[in-house]
């Protein structure tokens, strides 16, 4: 067995930050653990990534970004995600397909059923056994993102924080999408609420971090440790 893990929200909402949390955390508890993100992950995913973020990228059409968060997605699953979760670890992904029917579907207006179509295409079908839903009100994110862009410089030696937030092309949008994207997640999850756990961000890093690490506890069990004897 396998566990397949990943974060979504709106922008600023501190995906990045818990799933490196978790990642820490389930590698000291010795598990078989990736972390990766979406658009991203591999090598030809990270250059497609720059291609769909830039924020010089204003003529680009609401298809072509479609089929390029897909085809990063397509690379990622293949090279990456698939593979692993074959070897019966755990996999945790910044961002996946979900992103895709909220921002391309809810918010640029694209046809659900075929950003489905495309996204089978592109995944195979594989979807996450879990899926962690942080619930910000979206100015909120937005804002948070405004500051830790202006204090790059003064974070903290020894921060989990890797990476400051960009600011991208999605980022920019006007809040009216952002509100789209963010009742888009909502439907998604009335959808299938059993694969989805809301939990509120507005709530410090660490309390947040405790609580997706209690909602993962049980699925644990599915996966067995490095060391232990399968
Ligand atoms: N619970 C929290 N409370 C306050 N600030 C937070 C919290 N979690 C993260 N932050 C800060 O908010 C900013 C955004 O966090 P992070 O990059 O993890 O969000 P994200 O959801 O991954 O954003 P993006 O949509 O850009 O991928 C960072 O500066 C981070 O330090
Ligand atoms: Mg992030």
Redesign the pocket.
Known sequence: MSLFIT?E????????????LLYERLQAMDYPVILTREPGGTRISEMIRRIVMDLRHTEMAPTTETLLFSAARAQLVSELIRPYLNTGGIVLC??YADSTFAHQGYGLGRDLDELQAITTVATGGLMPDLTFY?DLPVDD?LY??Q??KG?VEQSSPGST?TT???W?RL?ARDLAYHQRVAAGFAELMRRDPDRWRQLT?????S??AEQIAQEVEPMLKRVTRLGADA
Not at 9 to 20: C, I, L, N
Not at 201 to 205: G, K, L, N, T
């Open positions: 974060f929200g709106p922008e600023g909402a501190g995906k990045s930050t818990q799933a490196r910044d961002r942080l994110g948070r993102k500051v830790a204090r924080f400051p937030p960009e991208n980022d961000a507005e709530q410090p890093v309390a947040l």
